[in-house]
């Protein structure tokens, strides 16, 4: 499940790193659960609608931004949607206005999936920590890898499951995060992903690749 959220913002400038803002008032959202600490069946998107104002280090919104937040369990889902509606402030001026619910879609037609924000994977390479991108010879099986490592936890087995970055998409590209002090390289590239419904559900849902409880991987 999905919820939509539309933000009332105010005149002030939202940091460009400020995915770790996101994180915290999503966490204080939940409240005690435990999802903290554990490996993340769900993902949020970046905020949208803002310009970027590279003067003043971030972003500018006219009257409103907006994000998505999905996850597997709709347990989470309903946490978020009482956290939000006892304490509808994020940061730097932002307020949750309207919260909107999207029911899982059926996904068995579709195959390629445009981005809420940018994928991250993180592999250990000859003892040192590399940032896999979209035109790395492994970054499908390393997505693969995650996401059957999550659908293990959840109980699921799709035989039939493949995911690749789409290698025909016009303007793939990367971005660099700032996560507390940390640079984190990401992917923006659309995926294609081939399976049961239910697998691309999943990944609707939980997000790709590493980090999705920190703001990376979800998808449209």
């Known amino acids: 499940m999905r919820i939509h959220l539309k933000v009332k913002t105010s005149n002030e400038i939202v940091p460009f790193d400020h995915q770790h803002l996101m994180v915290g008032v999503i966490h204080k959202w939940l409240g005690r659960n435990e999802e903290h600490g554990n490996v993340s069946l769900y993902s949020f998107s970046r905020l949208e609608d803002g310009r970027a104002n590279k003067e003043k280090n971030g972003l500018s919104f006219n009257r409103y931004a907006s994000f998505f937040i999905s996850a597997h369990d709709n347990i989470i889902i309903k946490q978020l949607i009482g956290g939000i509606q006892n304490s509808p402030t994020l940061f730097n001026?932002?307020?949750?206005?309207?919260?909107?619910?999207?029911?899982?879609?059926?996904?068995?037609?579709?195959?390629?999936?445009?981005?809420?924000?940018?994928?991250?994977?993180?592999?250990?390479?000859d003892d040192k920590i590399e940032h896999i991108l979209y035109d790395h010879s492994q970054s499908g099986a390393y997505l693969k890898e995650t996401l059957q490592m999550k659908m293990n936890l959840a109980g699921l087995n799709d035989e039939s499951f493949e995911i690749e970055f789409d290698q025909n998409y016009p303007n793939p590209g990367s971005k660099l995060i700032n996560y507390k002090g940390i640079k984190n390289r990401a992917s923006w590239c659309p995926v294609i992903i081939k399976g049961n419904p239910e697998t691309k559900l999943f990944a609707w849902n939980v997000g790709l690749g590493n980090s999705t409880g920190i703001g990376f991987g979800a998808i449209k």
Do not use: A, H, N
């Open 93 to 125: 001026g932002l307020k949750v206005e309207e919260i909107s619910i999207q029911e899982d879609p059926d996904l068995s037609t579709r195959e390629q999936f445009y981005l809420g924000s940018p994928i991250f994977i993180q592999r250990r390479i």
